[in-house]
């Protein structure tokens, strides 16, 4: 259900879907998912890639994984821009340690 | 104590002191009696083993002070004594008693000392008495409108709100004679002042961005804390690899049993930052399961011997750079051994190996001719007759020899950068005390030609214009990109300014702590003259202020790192930037 909201980047949707290896997709905001290098670079506007023109991003990573890595640039998205990270709520609480290698590979590939 | 009777709380100490009837106004007599004695060293020292010291009476004035504080401090002896019998029995008892009241007087001292210790007197903190033994304060002071003799003079005079108590007492002084001390009758008694909360005392303020930590370095952190639990890392990439041997190091969680986990017939590389843990055992097998490893770096390996070196000699055949801290174990042999099977070795660093002796630098430089990297730091038995040896090898580089028990000489040093000064990219001859200027002069000036890291921490021979005119001289060599020259308090404006003049444009790194002396005005031109400048330590340049940062600030684009420890003319308002860390702000001003 993608909301085709038209904004002032290029008349491009807000939002940027991106699916797991499994089967699953995620919509996100297209600024959140700018927080990885390697979704940023897919999606750039300059580039050609399919990825930027459809606006989806299929990931070689299992949905769990994916899930976690999105609400990690969430979170970053969040925490990045305000200054006081006094409140600043800790992540790694909210990472179950069976997918952290899991995990660490993908975000090693995002960039993130 | 006071005259209304009301008291606050006490002590445990105070309370038995009243009881046993040690006064204030006691001690406080007590403690006249020594500085009295101080003043008079012909007195003989009126301590209070001296009860036969009584002094005749000649009727001077010390005298007489003395005398009637003597008679007080020794409670039996107030009167004195008719028989010189009496005397003499007495005088052993009075010793013992006083003995004991000067102890307790110093305990008294002591607690009191604690209680105050936050406010600052002239006096000795340790003569001094706790405030409210002052006599001053303590003997009631007769009430406004009556007569009292003046201590001084002995005019009868009237007591007024302004009586001074004489100083020493007892006694009041009429208004001249308080007038001729100099004291200020009007002054008001100073307020107790506000003790400073001990956290509060030293404020240390770092400017520290805190960078939202990355998804990667979290799950490296949360496999480290389950490390005991992965069977196997897989392919998670040789900079994860690395980090999370760092992370482990820093929790010192890597043991015998989690190591393997770093391990790969594949790698060429290997670090491991702690491996305090890990047995002789351990260390062969890291060397079965990394056959192929070339570049080999173990941090803290206390527990490393001579059979796990010698294990290596035969699995790590392709070894050519071993980096080890600390190898306390090996022994002469063990490291003869080592260096007989490596022949191809190019880089040897070691830091603190108390056996590594002449014969072992010998076995090295016959066997392993081909290094460009050797560090010998903090080896205890390093002298000058390891530099004849280390001086044929041609090929270096790098060469650390710091740090040795006993230093280096100047001679021997500028030999030995005539024969190998000429290669060498990276110098570190740090906590060579006996080092002079002659070896930047005669050693490096002439023979250095590539170098581009000097360290030279803590050489105080060196001296200000040595210093200046080896970077004024030093064209030979391009500029340096680091140079740490820090706790040598010899040096200042003339040697910054010549060193920022030489290597300013291309420096990444500089550490002048404790150059205490510099001035303000070569310490505000780094910023200009050394653009490509990363991490800048000044501590303790007492003339760094809030201009000298922010002119690195606004001239060095790529800073990260600014340590300003001791630098108490910086304030608060310390100019920061983000992305930059400025640590150790300490000033009064905060």
């Not at chain 2, 001249?176 to 400073?196: I, S, V, Y």
């Not at chain 2, 560090?375 to 007759?385: H, N, P, T, V």
Request: aromatic residues 6%; charged residues 25%.
């Amino acid at each position: 259900m993608p909301r085709d909201v038209d904004m002032e980047g290029g008349g491009k949707s807000d939002w940027v879907r991106i699916t797991s290896v499994d089967g699953f997709s995620f919509m996100v905001l297209r600024k959140v998912a700018m927080g990885s290098g390697t979704l940023k670079n897919m999606l750039s506007s300059d580039s050609n890639f399919a990825e930027a023109l459809s606006g989806t991003c299929p990931l070689q990573e299992r949905a769990v994984v994916l899930e976690k890595v999105l609400e990690y640039l969430a979170y970053k998205n969040t925490y990045e821009e305000n200054g006081s990270k006094d409140d600043l709520e800790h992540f790694e609480k909210r990472v179950p340690p069976e997918i952290a290698l899991e995990l660490l590979m993908a975000a090693d590939y995002l960039e993130s | 104590m006071s005259r209304n009777n009301v008291r606050g709380p006490t002590s445990a100490l105070t309370e038995f002191l009243r009881e046993s009837g040690i006064t204030t106004a006691l001690v406080t007599r007590r403690v006249r009696q020594g500085q009295g004695a101080r003043a008079d060293p012909q007195q003989p020292a009126a301590g209070p083993s001296n009860a036969d010291g009584e002094n005749a009476e000649d009727g001077s004035a010390q005298d007489a002070a003395n005398e009637e504080y003597n008679s007080d401090k020794l409670d039996e002896s107030e009167d004195e004594n008719p028989s010189a019998k009496k005397k003499c029995k007495l005088s052993k008892k009075a010793a013992e008693k006083a003995k004991a009241k000067e102890k307790a007087k110093l305990k008294k001292k002591k607690g009191g000392k604690d209680d105050d210790s936050d406010y600052e007197d002239d006096e000795d903190e340790y003569t001094a008495l706790s405030k409210s033994m002052y006599a001053k304060t303590s003997p009631a002071k007769p009430p406004v409108g009556s007569f009292e003799n003046c201590a001084k003079c002995e005019k009868k005079f009237t007591v007024t709100r302004y009586t001074v108590a004489a100083n020493p007492p007892p006694g009041f002084l009429c208004h001249d004679c308080a007038k001729a001390t100099g004291t200020d009758p009007f002054k008001k008694p100073a307020l107790p002042r506000k003790r400073k909360n001990p956290q509060d005392k030293r404020k240390v303020v770092n400017f520290d961005d805190k960078e939202l930590p990355s998804l990667a370095s979290m799950c490296i952190k949360i496999i480290s804390n389950h490390i005991n639990d992965v069977e196997a890392l897989g392919n998670i990439g040789q900079v994860n690899l690395d980090e999370i041997s760092r992370v482990l190091a820093r929790n010192r969680s890597m043991t015998c049993e989690n190591a393997p986990l770093l391990y790969d017939i594949q790698n060429t590389k290997l670090t491991l930052y702690d491996a305090t843990k890990l047995t002789p055992p351990a260390f062969c097998t890291l060397a079965s399961l990394n056959p192929g490893v070339e570049s080999l770096r173990l941090d803290y390996c206390g527990r490393i011997n001579d059979s796990a070196l010698s294990h290596w000699s035969g699995h790590l055949t392709s070894l050519n750079r071993l980096e080890l801290l600390g190898p306390f174990l090996i022994r002469i042999e063990g490291w003869k051994t080592f260096f007989q099977s490596h022949p191809q070795l190019t880089g040897f660093l070691i830091t603190q190996s108390p056996r590594f002796d002449l014969s072992c630098v010998e076995s090295l430089v016959e066997n392993c001719p081909n290094l460009t990297e050797l560090r010998l730091a903090q080896i205890g038995k390093m002298s000058d007759e390891f530099l004849p040896h280390i001086a044929s090898l041609q090929h270096l580089e790098y060469l650390d020899l710091s740090e040795p028990s006993s230093s280096l000489s100047s001679e021997a040093v500028t030999r030995l950068l005539e024969a190998v000064g000429s290669k060498l990219t990276h110098l570190n001859l740090s906590s060579n005390d006996l080092l002079d200027d002659t070896v930047l002069t005669e050693g490096l000036l002439p023979h250095a030609k590539k170098l581009s890291t000097l360290i030279l921490k803590n050489t105080p021979e060196l001296t200000d214009s040595g210093v200046a005119s080896f970077f004024k001289g030093f064209r030979s060599n391009p500029p340096l990109h680091h140079i740490c020259m820090e706790r040598n308090h010899n040096l200042g404006d003339k040697a910054l300014k010549a060193l920022l003049h030489h290597s300013g444009k291309e420096l990444r790194e500089l550490n002048i702590n404790s150059w205490k002396e510099t001035g303000n005005e070569p310490l505000t031109t780094i910023g200009n003259l050394a653009p490509q400048l990363r991490t800048l330590d000044v501590g303790w340049c007492r003339q760094v202020d809030d201009f000298v940062v922010k002119a690195v600030l606004e001239g060095c684009q790529n800073i990260t790192n600014i340590s300003v420890y001791g630098c108490n003319k910086l304030t608060i308002n310390c100019p920061r930037k983000h992305g930059v860390k400025i640590r150790g702000i300490e000033t009064n001003a905060i």
